[in-house]
């Protein structure tokens, strides 16, 4: 292939890319949306005083990390399906999106719980005494006190995890969701040519993760000005 050919077979493709890349973005929103309200419960509860509540938060967290998110797919777009077939004996399709966006969800929110607890436990236990010195309860101090602090500590974790999800979103081409990876494969069973298509691609992918790491690091710098002002 010369550089003419190339050039051309790159750019023919890129409006297809671009819509695909728009896919990508939105389930990733989506997922690390559903992932931060997760974590957020699961992380409380994994330093819940209870510790029945500490057990199932931590039997989710350790079955969705020791896992492949591969398989998770499978197991909510193919396997609940049947089951419920099976149990029930009655039809139960569920939308490859729908199937998408929980599969990321429920796999990102075991992340974020994680750091979700870590951003906690981070915050010197004197300011949970303080707070309960001037009468708050628990959950009052965790509301106005702990969580705001923590917020700023895990901004950039929570970053790092959309940039994982944005690029683990690519899994779902296995059921046929038409994302970027997805968009790049049905361009290339048409003109034959998988090194211009994947080089561009690999190009979006990389724009958007720098995209966000700029972000992030805009964010994290501007909380640390606010921090330093008060």
């Known amino acids: 292939m010369d550089i003419a050919n190339f050039s051309e077979l790159f750019v023919r493709a890129i409006p297809q890319l671009l819509t695909g890349a ?3 973005i939105w389930i990733t929103a989506l997922a690390v949306s559903i992932g931060v ?9 994994r330093i819940s005083g209870k510790t029945w509540l500490r057990a199932l938060a931590r039997v989710y967290v350790d079955a969705i990390r020791g896992t492949p998110l591969l398989v998770q797919i499978f197991i909510i777009y193919l396997g609940i399906p049947n089951l419920l077939n099976v149990l029930l004996g009655q039809q139960f399709p569920i939308n490859v999106y729908v199937a998408g966006v929980m599969a990321c969800g429920l796999n990102s929110g075991a992340y974020v719980a994680e750091i979700v607890r870590a951003g906690i436990q981070s915050i010197d236990r004197g300011q949970t005494e303080a707070a309960r010195s001037l009468g708050m309860n628990s959950w009052q101090t965790m509301r106005y006190v702990i969580l705001p602090q923590a917020f700023k500590r895990i901004i950039p974790p929570l970053g790092n995890e959309f940039i994982a999800m944005l ?6 081409s296995v059921i046929g969701i038409e994302e970027l990876t997805r968009k790049g494969q049905l361009f290339i069973a048409v003109t034959f040519a998988p090194f211009p298509v994947y080089t561009g691609v690999l190009l979006m992918y990389l724009a958007m993760t720098l995209t966000i790491s700029r972000f992030v690091s805009m964010l994290e710098r501007r909380l640390a000005v606010s921090d330093r002002s008060n």
Do not use: E, Q, R
Not at 37 to 45: E, H, K, N, Q, R
Not at 167 to 172: C, E, F, I, R
């Open 167 to 172: 690029k683990d979103t690519s899994l779902l």
């Open 37 to 45: 309200l997760i974590g957020l419960v699961v992380g409380l509860a």
């Open 22 to 24: 728009v896919t990508t």
